[in-house]
Structure formats: C-alpha cells, structure tokens
C-alpha cells in the first residue's frame, strides 16, 4: 500500500468497525429477480461520494490504462487508445454496502469483455486487481469482472463522469457492492492467484454479492 493511503483516516477505521460490528447485516437473501433492492439496502436519489478522500485529477494528455499480468503482452493505453476501442452502453443499479442503492445508472464506455479481448489475457487468468491512482485496491474473481453488464465507464448519463465519482474512468461492476467498482483506475493486473485490496483485508467480503449479503468476511 502506498504511504498516502490514508488508511488511519476516520472513515477507514469506522468502516473497518462495522466489518468488525456486522453492521446492517439482516440476514436475508433475495434475488434479483423477485426483488428489485437487495436485503438491508435503501434507495437514493442522489448519488453519493464514497472514497478514501484523495481526489485526483488526472488530466487526459496523461491518463494511462496499464493492463499487465497473465496477459499475451503487457498493454498501456492512452486516451485516444482507450477511445478508439468499441464504446458500449449499459444502464445498471448500484449498491453500496453502506446500504445506499441508485437505480437506473446510464453508463458509457468499454465493456471489460472487449477490454480482455484487446489485452488477450491467458488461458491461466483467474482474477483482476485493480489499482487505483489514489492508492485504492480491489480484487476480483475474473468471471465477475467479465460479466455482461461490466465496463469501464468514462461517462454517466450522458456527460463525461466526474472527478468525485472516478473521472476519466471508473470500473463499473453493478452485480457487486461498490468498493469491487474502483475509481480513477489506473491499472488492471490480471493474476493467477488471489491478491485481497484495500477493503477486503480490512474484514470486507471477498466476494461481495449483494443479494447474498456478502458484507463483511
Ligand atoms: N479509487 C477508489 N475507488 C473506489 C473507492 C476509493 O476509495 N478509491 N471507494 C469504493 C467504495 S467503498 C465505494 S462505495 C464506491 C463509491 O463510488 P461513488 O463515490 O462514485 O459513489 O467507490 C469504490 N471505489
Ligand atoms: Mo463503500
């Protein structure tokens, strides 16, 4: 973890509590295909801001996607190289484990199946670590990074996405709970073994269903 992670900050240690606490844990599972907002989640109107309180700003001349690992060839991507791959659209709901949802989020951008593709990542791939430019880390199975409605979003309903929510771009996982969608992505290691990110060894789930309540390890 870089040194300017604040990972002593006020909110990093109370989220690590209700790790600790099992906080709005009820215990149900749903699905979603009978119902619409996950167990102990409401819904919102507005969408909040949640991070470790660094917002960089990373101007496009010098943005950089790094795709690495168990890839063909190591790939860096510049802004002009990322807008040249297909662009998709994809409206999804999201859900924070804090227990806020937002529904009917319109994204644009690269679907991580293209993205793959582009990269070639070998047959022995099995997760994605993602990193973030303000020292956030998340991990994810491949399956879930490559499922259908996943993408690197560069832009949300309609305009460019802002720098408090992940501008120029975010990953955008909407079957997960939001820590696994890293903002200001910076770089995506695909590996052959898990690696577990920021909140994950701070008492967060692996995986992170949603529907299944996969809050806390
Ligand atoms: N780079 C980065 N990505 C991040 C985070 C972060 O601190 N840094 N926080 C995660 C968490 S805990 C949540 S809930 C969502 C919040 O996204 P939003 O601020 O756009 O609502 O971003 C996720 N992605
Ligand atoms: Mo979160």
């Known amino acids: 973890m870089s040194d300017d992670t604040p990972d002593d900050s006020k909110l990093t240690r109370t989220k690590q509590r209700w790790a600790d606490e099992g906080r709005f844990i009820t215990g149900r599972t749903s699905r979603p295909e009978t119902e619409r907002l996950p167990p102990g989640q409401h819904l919102v109107k507005n969408w909040p801001v949640l991070d470790l309180g660094i917002e960089p700003s990373i101007a496009l001349p010098s943005w950089r996607l790094d795709i690495d690992g168990a890839v063909e060839a190591p790939v860096a991507l510049n802004w002009a190289a990322f807008s040249g791959l297909p662009q998709v659209e994809r409206i999804s709901d999201i859900h924070c484990v ?8 319109h994204w644009t951008g690269v679907s991580t199946q293209d993205l793959a593709a582009h990269a070639g990542i070998r047959a022995d791939a099995r997760f994605a670590v993602l990193t973030s430019h303000d020292g956030y880390t998340t991990n994810l199975a491949l399956a879930d990074f ?4 996943a993408l690197l979003a560069h832009s949300w309903e309609g305009q460019a996405l802002s720098g408090e929510h992940g501008g120029p771009v975010r990953l955008v996982v909407p079957h997960l709970y939001l820590w696994k969608s890293a903002k200001w992505l910076r770089r995506i290691e695909f590996t052959t073994s898990d690696h577990k990110g920021f909140w994950e060894v701070r008492g967060y789930h692996n995986h992170g269903d949603p529907w299944l309540e996969q809050r806390y390890s």
Do not use: G, I, Q, V
Request: hydrophobic share 15%; proline share 0%; glycine share 0%.
């Open 98 to 105: 804090t227990s806020w949802s937002r529904y009917d989020n």
């Open 146 to 149: 490559l499922s259908d409605d």
